[in-house]
T-cell receptor, first 118, second 114 residues
């Protein structure tokens, strides 16, 4: 069965600090997809990134970067120069490659609550 | 704005009652997924519909049911409500197809059972 672990329940940083959110996953499949979502205090879930298991290149998008390492089953998320607007709960999620019924439901970690202090 | 709409935003009801949550997917998306977010269980997958057909069930109680209509909107029906059903219910949509595309989530319906 697939599983996602976000060991950090809460993190507090001072504005402009860098912060890394950890995500470790378990899956039996060789084809799978990893995601990060952000849930700000308003409650909606905002899609940030999708990565498939065959693409281990790190990705950078502005102040956000993602480090995918299959050898350690990790997909970590770094925010550089954090801002107060980054305060949110961040979820890592996993979807396995293919089901007979063609369904790709997400298995979420418990989330990491990030507080950025001005 | 993800393009996914959910109504109502908030719902307060009593134990034993029945409610219906509604979701309209993004234009062009054929898949609708329902998730429940609660403090103790976190975010859990409930059910997936693709182009009107049920594709997969997750941790969905027998008291809960869903359907997807020809216009692709979906409804989640919760009956014989219990206090523990209080949660944030999300629907998400994706294009659907052969790979796991990103799922875009609606704003959620916050259900409070008193």
């Amino acid at each position: 069965a697939q599983k996602v672990t976000q060991a950090q329940t809460e993190i507090s940083v001072v504005e402009k600090e860098d912060v890394t959110l950890d995500c470790v996953y378990e899956t039996r499949d060789t084809t799978y997809y990893l995601f990060w979502y952000k849930q700000p205090p308003s409650g909606e879930l905002v899609f940030l990134i999708r990565r498939n298991s065959f693409d281990e290149q790190n990705e950078i998008s502005g102040r956000y970067s993602w480090n995918f390492q299959k050898s350690t089953s990790s997909f970590n998320f770094t925010i550089t120069a954090s801002q107060v607007v980054d305060s949110a709960v961040y979820f890592c999620a996993l979807s396995e490659g293919f089901f007979g019924a063609g369904s790709y439901q997400l298995t979420f970690g418990k989330g990491t609550k990030l507080s950025v202090i001005p | 704005d993800s393009g996914v709409t959910q109504t109502p935003k908030h719902l307060i009801t009593a134990t034993g009652q029945r409610v219906t949550l509604r979701c309209s997917p993004r234009s062009g998306d054929l898949s609708v997924y329902w998730y429940q977010q609660s403090l103790d269980q976190g975010l859990q997958f409930l059910i997936h519909y693709y182009n009107g057909e049920e594709r997969a069930k997750g941790n969905i109680l027998e008291r809960f049911s869903a359907q997807q209509f020809p216009d692709l909107h979906s409804e989640l029906n919760l009956s014989s409500l219990e206090l523990g059903d209080s949660a944030l219910y999300f629907c998400a949509s994706s294009v659907g197809g052969g790979t796991s595309e990103a799922q875009y989530f609606g704003p959620g319906t916050r259900l409070l059972v008193l």
